[in-house]
Each structure stands twice: as C-alpha cells, then as structure tokens.
C-alpha cells in the first residue's frame, strides 16, 4: 500500500503554527536543559542538536520559499527565550 503524499504547508499563518509547535515541544521536553542554558549564556549551544532536529523537521514539512522567513528561528526564540524571562541571567 502506498503512502499518502503530505502536501507541504504554503501558508505563512500555517507555518507559524507549526514552527511554535516544535518549540514548544522542545520547551516541553528540555526544560532544565534550557534553564540551564540560559543562565550559563550558553542556550544556542546547548540546545544545537534539538534546534537543528526541529528547523530539519520544519524545513521537511514547509514549502521552501517559507524557509527563508526565518519563521522557525523567531518560533525558537519567543518560546525557549522569550517565555523564559524569569529566568535568572546575566543576559538581562
């Protein structure tokens, strides 16, 4: 039996959507990871392999003119930075 072909996102509203979904998802599952991070300044690094795994994820799943919108790289940030402001830092 085949597979049904998935056709890509080509909405930049749809692309969002599911740009915050995975950084949520990292958010969710590496949560001392990137408390960790953040407050040693060294979140980017720390969490490489998973932001990559993601933006591949993303990039597999989005039509590619959207890729170069940096949707998913804003996504990243305003969930694993931005909604960790309380966190204590030297960054801010």
């Known amino acids: 039996m085949?597979?049904?072909i998935r056709q890509l996102i080509d909405?930049?509203?749809r692309a969002r959507q599911l740009a915050r979904a995975i950084a949520s998802d990292l958010?969710?599952?590496h949560e001392a990871k990137i408390v960790e991070g953040?407050?040693?300044?060294?979140?980017f690094e720390v969490m490489a392999a998973e932001i990559t795994e993601g933006r591949d994820l993303f990039q597999k799943r989005v039509a590619?003119?959207?890729h170069k919108l940096n949707i998913y790289d804003r996504a990243v940030?305003?969930?694993l930075?931005?909604?960790?402001?309380?966190v204590k830092s030297k960054i801010w």
């Open 81 to 86: 930075v931005k909604s960790k402001g309380h």
């Open 27 to 29: 958010s969710l599952y």
């Open 2 to 4: 085949a597979k049904p």
């Open 64 to 66: 590619e003119p959207l």
């Open 77 to 79: 940030v305003d969930v």
């Open 38 to 43: 953040i407050e040693r300044d060294n979140l």
């Open 11 to 13: 909405k930049p509203e």
